[in-house]
């Protein structure tokens, strides 16, 4: 038995969608709160839990032998930090799947993980990625970059104005993720030997610039699609605006700090292990507006 947490999100979902094709035998940890439409209309068996409620938590382990863990705190809520979800959280999982009798846990964590990273999710990514390697548990650990369906987030803009707002001027670096590609690595690797033990960056196939972002927009729509660059000087601005008067709750400046590095990586080692080939951005877009 399979328990995927954080099968609400869009990678839970993704999962979930793929391990039903497979008949694979799955459980997806729900909140009581989650929207869980397309989960129920896959058929996916729900426990309803919550990762910071270890109660609930050891339910939904019951008989469990594979763990998939994609949750994640997302839009920070008041009195609740990436500490608790993200890392209190899979500290339980990993807790409880031991004393369950363990197995082979494959977590999400991302590229930007590092311990000395501005940006608090990263570093509890990173510290996370090392506590299963202590954990003497079976574990794959999978660092996504963006997935491509970040990138179509102002897609609505794109279609009505021409503009693709970009942070920064346009020649920024990255190399987004399809989140199916991201999906079948993360269920291959339950039973993949090759992986075991061992932490894999995925990106896509390509590193593109946000003005290349804009020009694929522009080939898939068939009109000009210009970059509409919002200065990084004006987003530390805001970030620190929101910052002072959130008590730091959404972190914008560290976020800032840590995605204006390049986000790219090398996908060489994760292609010798998964029999995969990686979507790329366009046709991902020619799927998403043939929708
Ligand atoms: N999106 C990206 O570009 C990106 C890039 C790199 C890495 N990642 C990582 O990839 C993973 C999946 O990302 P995503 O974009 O699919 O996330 P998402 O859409 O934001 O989904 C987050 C999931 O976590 C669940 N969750 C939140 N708090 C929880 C709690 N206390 N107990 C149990 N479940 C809880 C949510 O449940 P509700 O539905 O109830 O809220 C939701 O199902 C995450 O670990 C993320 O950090 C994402």
């Not at 846990?105 to 940006?119: E, R």
């Not at 992986?195 to 196939?205: E, K, L, T």
Request: with cysteine.
């Amino acid at each position: 038995m399979i328990l995927v947490t954080g099968a609400s999100g869009t990678l839970g979902k993704e999962i979930s969608r793929q391990l039903t094709q497979e008949k694979r035998d799955f459980r997806c940890l729900v909140r009581k709160t989650s929207q869980i439409k397309e989960l129920e209309e896959m058929g996916a068996s729900l426990s309803y839990g919550d990762v910071t409620d270890k109660e609930s938590l050891r339910k939904a382990m019951q008989g469990v032998t594979h763990v998939i863990s994609t949750h994640c705190l997302g839009m920070p809520k008041k009195g609740l930090s990436c500490w608790d979800v993200d890392y209190q959280g899979n500290l339980n999982l990993i807790e409880l799947f031991k004393e369950n009798g363990g197995g082979k846990i494959v977590y999400i964590s991302a590229i930007g993980s590092a311990l000395h990273s501005p940006f608090q999710l990263h570093k509890v990514k990173r510290l996370v990625d090392n506590a299963l390697t202590v954990s003497g548990l079976d574990y794959t650990i999978l660092r996504p970059s963006g997935f491509f369906s970040d990138f179509t987030m102002s897609a609505k803009v794109v279609q009505k104005y021409h503009l693709y707002p970009s942070m920064g001027r346009g020649d920024h670096k990255v190399q987004g993720i399809h989140v199916g590609d991201l999906a079948y690595c993360a269920i291959n690797a339950l039973d993949n030997s090759k992986a075991s033990h061992q932490a894999f960056y995925i990106g896509g196939p390509e590193v593109l610039t946000y003005t290349q972002i804009a020009a694929t927009f522009a080939k898939v729509l068939g009109h000009n699609v210009r970059v509409f660059p919002i200065p990084m000087g004006f987003i530390k601005f805001v970030g620190w605006i929101v910052d002072t008067f959130t008590s730091y709750r959404y972190q914008i400046q560290g976020f800032a700090k840590s995605f204006s590095k390049e986000s790219i990586c090398d996908n060489g080692p994760l292609l010798k292990t998964f029999d995969i080939k990686l979507k790329t951005f366009e046709e991902y877009l020619r799927d998403y507006f043939a929708k």
